[in-house]
Structure formats: C-alpha cells, structure tokens
C-alpha cells in the first residue's frame, strides 16, 4: 500500500540551530507509527513542522506528501493550510487546555464539520456518539468535563473534518493510566473504522509497544533507529533504543539494579561532530567521535534501519543480565516508625474529601508505596505525615521522639522549583545539613553519596540538569539524616533513562544510610521497582495494601484490578 | 451539571453582590464622615472656614452640628441625612453641596464617559491587531506610542492638544463648555481626548497582553491544527480575552473618574475635578466628604458591574456561582 503521508528530507531549524535534522518517515492508511524519543529530542517540532504550527524564529525545510499532493514544508502555515485539519489532524496533549475554556463543546466540534447548517445538530450528537460520549456533552463547556472526557471532545473536533492522517503529541500523557488505555481503544477502533493512519508521539515505550505498528526512535533531533515495533524493541541495533528499553522498569518483577544510561539528554544543537550518542555510548570508539553515522545500516529486507557505526547483534541485544530480588512478605512491620491512624481531611465541602479513614504503618528502614491516580490523595498524605499539612481528624504517631528535621524528608517532582535559583549547590547542602544538627563540612561526602562531582558545589540549580537537580533535592533531604525520607512522584518530570538512575539511587541510599522510604507514585512500574509493601489509594481511601510482590501477581480489590490492567505494554 | 448554569442565578448573584456594595459603601462612608475629625484642628473651627469666630458662633455650630453628642451618634445622623439627599452646607460657598453638585457631576460624567469611548473605540482594536502581529512595526510603532501616552503627564499633553488644536489650527475650542447640548460636546472634545490618551494607552497594553495570552494557549493551536479558519480562530480567541479585558476596563472607569480633575483645570471647565481642588484648598470639608463619597460609589457601582458581565460572559465564574 502507498504511503497516506510521507515526509522527506525534514529539517527544523531554530535560533540556535537545528533541532531536527534529516528525518524521513511514512506511514500507511490505517496504520500506526509511533514515534517514540525522551524530551527535547524533537518529537513535537517534528509535529509542529507538518502542521505549519512552529513557534516564531523556527521554519521547517523538506516535502511532505499527502495523498499524493507534495507540499514543500519551507512554505509554513500558508503552503499547509490545504491539508491541515482536511487531511491530517493533530491532538495535543492536555485535555484541559486544548479547548477553548468559554466556549460549549458542540459549537468547537462543529467548527470543522462540512455539513449543511440545519444539519450540524445531529452531525455534532453523531460524532459525540462516535467517541463514546452523551448528546448533552454538545450542550456542556470543557471545565464540566473529566479529563478523559474533554480528550474525547478535543477526538472528535480533531476527526470533525475527517483527516486522513491524525498525528497525537503525547495524547494520553496527561491522563491516568486507566483512562489512557480507554482513549488509545478508542483512536485504535476510529481508526479501523475510518481506515486513518496514526502518528502517535510519545515518550512512553510501553504505549508505542502496544499501539504501533512501527517505531522511530529520536534522539537528540535525529533519527536513530526504524523498525517494526516488535523486532525493533526485541532485538534493538542502536545501543540508544536498546538502553532505553531496558532503562523502562518492568512491572512484572524488580530488578536488583535497573539497567540505566549514564549522562542525561542534550539539546539538539549542543553536540560537537560524530554520533550525537557518543558520550553516553559504552560502545563509542574514535570513529564515532569524528563521523556521524546516518540513518543507513539495513538488513536484509531493508525495513529496519539504525544510525550507528557499531550496532548491536542478535545476542548482545537480546541479552540483559537481571538478578531478581527475593519476594517480601506480607503484612505489619515489626517496628513502626510512624503510624497514621484515621485520618481525614477534606478541603471543600461540595468536593469528596482528600483523605477518607486512611491508617498507613510505614517501619524503620522499610520501603512503602502509596500509589494510586491523580486526585486520588497521596500527595496530602505525604503533606500531613511532613506536617505540612493539618488533619481534620486523625493521629499520626511516630515511635521516637526527635526534632522534625530528624523524622522525615521530602522531595518534591519538579526540583527545578523546589532549588533555590541563587543558591550554590554547596550553600544549600550546607544548609541543610547544618539543620540537621549535622557537620557542614560534609558537603562533598554527600555530593559523592548521590553520584555527583565534588566540583558541583560551586554550581547553582540551573547549570544542572533536571535528574541533576533531583540528585541534589536527594541529597539535601537526606543531610539531616531524616529516619525516613518521603518521595512525592520523585521522577516524573524525568527522562526515562535518567528515571533509572534515580530508582537505583534511591534504593542504593536506603541500603547505604538504613533509612525509610515512602515513595508517592501514579506509576505502577516505578513503585515496583523501589518498594516492599504498597497501599492503593482511590478517592481518598486506602482500597488495598500488602506485599507489592503479591498485588502485582493476584490483586484482590477491582480497582486495583483495573489499575494493575492498564498499565501499558507489559 | 449543566443545569446549574440556568438563568435563575444571575439574579441571586447581583442581589448578593450588590448587598456587598452596599456594605462596602456603608463602610468607607464611616472613613469619610470620620474626615472631619481626622482633617487637623478644631471641628468646629473647621466648619467655620478661616473667619475669626466669637466663642457663641463655636457653640452654636457646635449646637448645629451635634458636636458634642458621641461619635457614632453623630454618624448614623449625618448617613441619615446623607441617604435622605443632604450632604449638607458649602463652607465656602453657603450652598447646599447637593445643588452645588449637581450641574457638575453631569460635566464630569460626559467628560468621563466620552473619554471612555474613545479609549475603547481607539484602544481596543489597536491592542488586537497589535497583538495579532506582535513583533511587526505596527505593533512596535504603537507600543512606543503607548509609552510615551501612559507617561506623559495629562495637564502636559492637554496643553500641547490645547495649543495645536485649539490655538494654532483652531478646530475645537480652548475654554469652557459653550452653550450647552452638542455645543458642550463639542467643547469637551479635546478635553476628553486628553484623558483618553493616558487612559488609552494602558487599555492598549492590557489587550494587546491579554490577546497574546491568548494566542499563546493550547487551543488557539488545536483550532488551527484542525483547519479553522483564521478569522475562526480569531473569533475565538477574541471571546477569551474579552474577559480580562472586561475586568481591566472597569478599573480604567474608575479611574477616569477621578483622573477628570487635572483635565478638567487645564481646561477650565466647572466639574466635579474643579470644585474638589478649591475645596480641598479652602478645607471645605462637606464638599470635600460628598465628592469622595461619590466618587466611592462610582467606583464601587463599577466594580459591580464588572463582576455582572464578567458572570455573563465567563461560564467558569458562573458555575462557581457564589462562594
Ligand atoms: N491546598 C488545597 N486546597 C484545595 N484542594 C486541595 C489542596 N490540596 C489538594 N487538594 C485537593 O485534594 C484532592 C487530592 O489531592 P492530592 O494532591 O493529594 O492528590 P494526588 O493523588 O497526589 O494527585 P496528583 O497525582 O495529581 O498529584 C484533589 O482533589 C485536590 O484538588
Ligand atoms: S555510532 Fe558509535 S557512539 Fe554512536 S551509537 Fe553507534 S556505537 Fe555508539
Ligand atoms: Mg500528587
């Protein structure tokens, strides 16, 4: 079958250079092609560039055809405006933001219908029917809606003037696992029915493995592996999609240390000559510092191909050596450290309360999960136990009587804003270590206990990156030698691969340093990978607990059942 | 849930709105009766004005005014009066300040209101298409120009008016308010064009912010992914920025109000502005006390009727509702 869209020779060019360089792809009607890549590697220019959407001071380069109809890509907004919408559509990937606030939902689908005036009525009920949504939603403004809802609107208002291909950045990103896996049935079966091709761009393996039928992996504006999504996540050429796959955590079992990536992502345009992997690459010789490799290697039937001087055979790729913990078992700790008994509270009274009769044990030196969806409680859990937070009702205990610095810790999701911009990075150990009751001159121990230079401590937050930034947050919350250190979603402002570093950290710390963990997590996998005993939260409410080993393999509760069951592409 | 969007509640919500004004206004009244006591010297010499009073003219003002009666006593007489229409007796000029209100309020009100549409008739569209081009030398010549607007001192700018238009083109008059009707009017072109300049320049900025804020959300991409049209999302993008620019443009009212005073000496015309800068001078404390008073409740009808449109035309604000 032809090709529906197929791009050649696509450049992104921004201020400081170019942020995608040479990208071919295709995709055939009724299939889907993920294009899978961690942030900054230029998933969304590269969907920005086929829609004419690029922000100003960025211009494409390249062809892309539809249809049969070739378009130049340097023309912009102007020379695409006769596909977009028409024939290829695109959905973001905030459902609370992509529509507009003041308007109802069925005026915004029928912006786009081609239908007759007296017609748009029942057009509009027909297309709310096709996504699975009521007629009186037509009637209803986004604001009104769940998140899982409004995506289905801004699905319908994307398919309203019937595209041959839909591109989605990241469209279920923002949405909870469970309503994640609802959307993407969704796209999956308008696709069959309407014979559409899906560009679907993601930073998730999981949803590219289950969704795709082939795969393009970015790095650092460059393609640098294609292949069906099977082989290519089976038995990967480019050392990159290979240490990418293996940095993702498996939900089915815990691995003694996750295989990571050292370094972090770099910009697109900071890159000296040769292989943009190079310095994160254990394979990287002379050669691949000095040539680039192209998107040339093949095999046999020339449907997969890598940018890589040395690629990976069968073996090597195929082989990851794993230890396996052993199973923990069920039930209370034998010494408590602190006890939450009862505890409610709730912040408005027309809303159902935040935290619902919830009693949490977490034990000295033990790993706990609380993991559960968004708005579910976790994160006012972990605010009362800081006592950052007051209960309505409800005890918390704690076994020993130390200062407040001593007890518990935090770290928060984005450690950009939970640094001090002005602050050296050693000011701020210090700080924190001196709270502690603790020697300030610790600074480097302690810069070394979390796998930083000792040289960092004359930095300030913004020269590091983000998994830098969160190994500092780590190491300021661990100086006061806390007895237990609560985790708020510790990694999900990460790239995959630095998000295995940090689990490895985190589990490395609570060996080293014999100190209690409380990870707040919505993912599953994450969780997994880090703690011993989990409770699921939803709504407020602690619906089941135990052993993390046994939820994984036979949970009791039906929602956690369902929560177990969504998590994609394991 | 979208049924309790219905119509019922827009009464209910200006009812309790408005019972809050009421409140308000009845507060800020204490501050302004408590002007007497608080302007320096004696109360009684102070209604007097600067004559030289033998100890039985104190007396009888102190008689005449309740002086000596408490404090709140004397409050809820004169909020009494106040509600009933008497602000009381001119120091200055032995007039009830009512009538001496009168006329001008009706000036300062033309003034006000004309200078508010051509703020909203120039500014408004400019801030737009400012926006909509950010960046392109329109956009860039008219922000420099509302810089030196919001700037430039108003008597400054009117003097300049004055003497292009006035003096050497002679297309509007220089001075007073002619013989009333469309004479007035006219007489008061330029005046308001003074005020609508500082004022225009900051409503400018606030669309001009307030529309690329706009162009910068998720939706206004979503809608041109889709294939809207540029006058579509246009459209939508206008409604959403209608809604800060609402709110910014109620304060600009208000403060018209009482920016009409500079203007209104710089050209001479007997309005609210004139007479507050005599009293103030003369310590014409009951003049002085109706004037902030009226000027308190122009700006807090205002505010009232920003927060009924902005329930209007913003269904996010509608379903919270009351809280
Ligand atoms: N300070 C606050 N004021 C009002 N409501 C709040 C406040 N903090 C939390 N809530 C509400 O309490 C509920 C639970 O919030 P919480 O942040 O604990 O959930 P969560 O599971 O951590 O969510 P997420 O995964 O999105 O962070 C939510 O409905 C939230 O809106
Ligand atoms: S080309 Fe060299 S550095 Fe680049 S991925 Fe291959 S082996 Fe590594
Ligand atoms: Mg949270």
């Known amino acids: 079958m032809n090709p529906v869209l197929e791009v050649s020779g696509l450049w992104v060019i921004g201020p400081n250079g170019p942020i995608v360089s040479h990208a071919d792809l295709a995709v055939e009607p009724g299939r889907?092609?993920?294009?899978?890549?961690?942030?900054?590697?230029?998933?969304?220019?590269?969907?920005?560039?086929?829609?004419?959407?690029?922000?100003?001071?960025v211009h494409a380069e390249g062809t892309?055809?539809?249809?049969?109809?070739?378009?130049?890509?340097?023309?912009?907004?102007?020379?695409?405006?006769?596909?977009?919408?028409?024939?290829?559509?695109?959905?973001?990937?905030?459902?609370?933001?992509?529509?507009?606030?003041v308007h109802r939902c069925g005026p915004q689908i029928a912006a786009t219908l081609a239908v007759a005036r007296d017609e748009v009525d029942d057009e509009v009920r027909r297309r709310l029917a096709e996504v699975d949504l009521p007629e009186r939603v037509a009637s209803m403004y986004p604001f009104e809606l769940s998140g899982g809802m409004r995506q289905r609107v801004a699905l319908a208002a994307s398919l309203a003037s019937d595209p041959l291909v839909l591109i989605g950045d990241e469209p279920t990103t923002a949405l909870d696992v469970t309503t994640q896996r609802e959307v993407l049935d969704l796209v999956a079966r308008l696709q069959r029915e309407r014979g559409m091709a899906f560009v679907l761009i993601t930073h998730d393996l999981g949803v590219a493995r289950e969704r795709a039928d082939e795969v393009l992996v970015m790095?650092?504006?460059?393609?640098?592996?294609?292949?069906?999504?099977?082989?290519?996540?089976?038995?990967?050429?480019?050392?990159?999609?290979?240490?990418?796959?293996?940095?993702?955590?498996?939900?089915?079992?815990?691995?003694?240390?996750?295989?990571?990536?050292?370094?972090?992502?770099?910009?697109?345009?900071?890159?000296?000559?040769?292989?943009?992997?190079?310095?994160?690459?254990?394979?990287?010789?002379?050669?691949?510092?000095?040539?680039?490799?192209?998107?040339?290697?093949?095999?046999?039937?020339?449907?997969?191909?890598?940018?890589?001087?040395?690629?990976?055979?069968?073996?090597?790729?195929?082989?990851?050596v794993v230890t396996r913990t052993s199973p923990t078992d069920e039930g209370a700790p034998t010494r408590p450290l602190v006890t939450v008994g009862g505890a409610r509270r709730r912040f408005r009274?027309?809303?159902?309360?935040?935290?619902?009769?919830?009693?949490?044990?977490?034990?000295?030196?033990?790993?706990?999960?609380?993991?559960?969806?968004?708005?579910?409680?976790?994160?006012?859990?972990?605010?009362?136990?800081?006592?950052?937070?007051?209960?309505?009702?409800?005890?918390?205990?704690?076994?020993?009587?130390?200062?407040?610095?001593?007890?518990?810790?935090?770290?928060?999701?984005?450690?950009?804003?939970?640094?001090?911009?002005?602050?050296?990075?050693?000011?701020?150990?210090?700080?924190?270590?001196?709270?502690?009751?603790?020697?300030?001159?610790?600074v480097p121990r302690l810069l070394e206990l979390v796998g930083l230079p000792v040289p960092y401590a004359k930095r300030r937050p913004r020269a590091l990156s983000g998994g830098e930034q969160q190994r500092v947050a780590i190491a300021r919350a661990v100086a006061p030698r806390p007895d237990v250190l609560v985790c708020d979603e510790p990694v999900s402002s990460l790239d995959v691969s630095v998000q295995a570093q940090i689990l490895n950290l985190l589990n490395e710390l609570r060996r080293e340093l014999g100190l209690a963990l409380l990870l707040i997590t919505h993912d599953l996998a994450v969780a997994r990978q880090v703690v011993d005993r989990v409770y699921v939260m939803h709504r407020g409410r602690v619906v089941e607990s135990g052993a993390m080993d046994r939820l994984v393999a036979a949970p009791q509760h039906e929602y956690t059942q369902r929560l177990f069951a969504s998590v994609a592409g394991r | 849930m979208a049924s309790r969007l219905g119509r019922g509640t827009l009464g209910r919500f200006v009812m309790v709105r408005l019972a809050a004004t009421v409140v308000l206004l009845l507060a800020l009244s204490f501050v302004v009766f408590a002007l007497l006591y608080l302007a320096p010297g004696d109360p009684a010499r102070n209604l007097l004005g600067p004559r030289n009073p033998s100890p039985e003219l104190l007396a009888a003002i102190r008689a005449e005014y309740h002086l000596d009666d408490p404090f709140v006593t004397q409050y809820v007489r004169w909020i009494g009066d106040v509600v009933r229409g008497d602000l009381g007796t001119s120091i200055r000029s032995e007039i009830a300040v009512t009538s001496l209100l009168a006329d001008r309020v009706v000036l300062t009100a033309e003034l006000a209101i004309m200078a508010f549409v051509i703020t909203l008739v120039v500014?408004?569209?400019?801030?737009?298409?400012?926006?909509?081009?950010?960046?392109?030398?329109?956009?860039?010549?008219?922000?420099?120009?509302?810089?030196?607007?919001?700037?430039?001192?108003?008597?400054?700018?009117?003097?300049?008016?004055?003497?292009?238009?006035?003096?050497?083109?002679?297309?509007?008059?220089?001075?007073?308010?002619?013989?009333?009707?469309?004479?007035?009017?006219?007489?008061?072109?330029?005046?308001?064009?003074?005020?609508?300049?500082?004022?225009?320049?900051?409503?400018?900025?606030?669309?001009?912010?307030?529309?690329?804020?706009?162009?910068?959300?998720?939706?206004?991409?979503?809608?041109?992914?889709?294939?809207?049209?540029?006058?579509?999302?246009r459209r939508l993008v206008l409604r959403n920025a209608l809604i800060p620019v609402v709110t910014s443009g109620g304060l600009v009212f208000a403060f018209l109000f009482g920016g009409t005073i500079l203007v209104e000496v710089t050209f001479a015309l007997p309005g609210i502005g004139g007479l507050l800068a005599g009293s103030v001078t003369f310590k014409d404390i009951p003049v002085v006390q109706a004037i902030t008073l009226l000027t308190a409740t122009v700006i807090a009808l205002t505010a009232l009727a920003v927060d009924i449109v902005t329930y209007t035309i913003d269904p996010r604000v509608r379903a919270r509702g009351l809280r």
């Open chain 2, 123 to 233: 500014a408004v569209p400019l801030g737009v298409r400012a926006a909509w081009r950010a960046g392109s030398v329109f956009d860039r010549t008219v922000s420099l120009a509302s810089i030196v607007g919001v700037g430039a001192p108003s008597y400054a700018v009117g003097l300049l008016l004055l003497y292009l238009l006035g003096v050497r083109f002679q297309l509007f008059p220089v001075y007073g308010i002619g013989d009333g009707g469309l004479d007035q009017l006219w007489h008061l072109v330029l005046p308001a064009v003074t005020l609508a300049i500082g004022i225009g320049a900051l409503v400018f900025k606030l669309t001009r912010t307030a529309v690329l804020g706009e162009l910068e959300q998720d939706y206004v991409a979503f809608a041109r992914a889709r294939g809207l049209s540029e006058g579509a999302v």
């Open chain 1, 64 to 101: 892309v055809a539809v249809d049969g109809t070739s378009l130049d890509l340097a023309g912009g907004a102007r020379a695409l405006a006769a596909v977009r919408g028409r024939r290829v559509s695109l959905l973001l990937q905030n459902p609370f933001t992509s529509l507009s606030p």
């Open chain 1, 349 to 442: 009274h027309d809303a159902p309360p935040a935290l619902d009769d919830v009693s949490i044990v977490v034990g000295a030196g033990e790993a706990v999960g609380v993991v559960g969806e968004s708005g579910s409680g976790k994160t006012t859990l972990a605010r009362c136990l800081l006592g950052l937070e007051r209960l309505d009702e409800g005890t918390i205990e704690w076994a020993a009587d130390r200062p407040r610095a001593t007890r518990a810790q935090i770290v928060f999701q984005d450690p950009s804003s939970a640094l001090n911009p002005a602050m050296t990075i050693g000011a701020a150990l210090g700080e924190a270590l001196r709270a502690g009751g603790q020697d300030p001159s610790a």
């Open chain 1, 32 to 57: 889907t092609l993920a294009i899978v890549g961690e942030s900054g590697s230029g998933k969304s220019m590269t969907a920005k560039a086929l829609t004419g959407l690029l922000p100003s001071g």
């Open chain 1, 219 to 320: 790095y650092a504006g460059r393609l640098v592996e294609r292949g069906p999504t099977a082989e290519l996540l089976g038995t990967p050429r480019h050392p990159y999609t290979a240490g990418l796959r293996d940095s993702d955590p498996p939900l089915v079992e815990r691995l003694e240390r996750l295989p990571s990536i050292p370094g972090s992502v770099p910009r697109a345009w900071e890159h000296p000559a040769g292989c943009v992997f190079a310095p994160r690459c254990e394979r990287a010789d002379e050669r691949c510092r000095v040539d680039e490799p192209t998107l040339g290697g093949t095999d046999a039937d020339g449907i997969r191909a890598w940018a890589c001087w040395h690629p990976l055979d069968d073996r090597a790729a195929g082989v990851v």
